[in-house]
């Protein structure tokens, strides 16, 4: 199976300031012949189920605010909120679609400094 | 505007049956375009995919590998919902379920609201 792990584990970041958080899959997600990378990002407040917030890895889904954006290709993946909000608090997650099993990451933890 | 929405029980004795269903709105069960999963949220596990079934002329189901032989999905286009069941249930079952879309059968884009399953003697 492929492993998917995230860094860092908790984050906290200042009210406006730009918060990262990297995804790193065990193979390469990256389906060469339609060069896509199959990689989605989720973002979970307590009591919700998970939302999507960005799929093929850069894609944003219809209605998320573009402070929120996604990058990389292959193994390597980069999720960023360009200014934090403070109803940005909540659990992030990557998940890798290529090939089944579905894994997710261990999720990272976003709290305001 | 697609909505699931989850029910069964919250609670379920050890050895038992987990059985959980996800009631489909603005969007077909028998779709050709999606695909209809199960993930499961635990303190321990945290999110964990548990399969997938998908209509293409056939129904086709897909089982995460350390679940296989305990669970099977069942499809009802005639009420339009697909169902879990989980066979011979341990505490370390007891987590919080979800059924999902995953659009073109990739990444999961509507979420039902999730059940707390707890099993307890």
């Known amino acids: 199976d492929i492993v998917v792990t995230q860094s860092p584990d908790s984050l906290a970041v200042s009210l406006g300031e730009r918060a990262t958080i990297t995804c790193k899959s065990s193979?390469?997600?990256?389906?060469?012949?339609?060069?896509?990378?199959?990689l989605a990002w989720y973002q979970q407040k307590p009591g919700q189920p998970p939302r999507l917030l960005i799929y093929?890895?850069?894609i944003r889904e219809s209605g998320v605010p573009d402070r929120f954006s996604g990058s990389g290709s292959g193994t390597d993946f980069t999720f960023t909120i360009s200014s934090l909000q403070a109803e940005d608090v909540a659990v992030y997650y990557c998940?890798?679609?290529?090939?089944?099993?579905?894994?997710f990451g261990q999720g990272t933890r976003l709290e305001i400094k | 505007q697609v909505q699931l929405r989850q029910s069964g029980p919250g609670l379920v004795r050890p050895s038992q049956t987990l059985s959980l269903t996800c009631a489909i709105s603005?969007?077909?069960?028998?779709?050709?375009?999606?695909?209809w999963n199960w993930v499961r949220q635990s303190p321990s596990r945290g999110l964990e995919w548990l399969g997938r079934?998908?209509?293409?002329?056939?129904?086709?189901?897909d089982y995460a590998g350390s679940l296989r032989g305990r669970i099977t999905f069942y499809p009802d286009t005639s009420k339009n919902q697909f169902s879990l069941q989980l066979n011979s249930v341990t505490p370390e079952d007891t987590a919080l379920y979800f059924c999902?879309?995953?659009?073109?059968?990739?990444?999961?884009?509507?979420w039902g609201q999730g059940t707390l399953v707890t099993v307890s003697s």
């Open positions: 999902t879309r995953a659009d073109g059968g990739w990444y999961m884009d509507y």
């Open positions: 603005g969007d077909s069960v028998s779709s050709n375009s999606v695909v």
């Open positions: 079934t998908y209509y293409r002329s056939k129904w086709f189901y």
């Open positions: 193979q390469s997600v990256l389906y060469k012949s339609d060069n896509r990378n199959y």
């Open positions: 093929w890895a850069s």
């Open positions: 998940q890798q679609y290529y090939i089944t099993p579905y894994i």
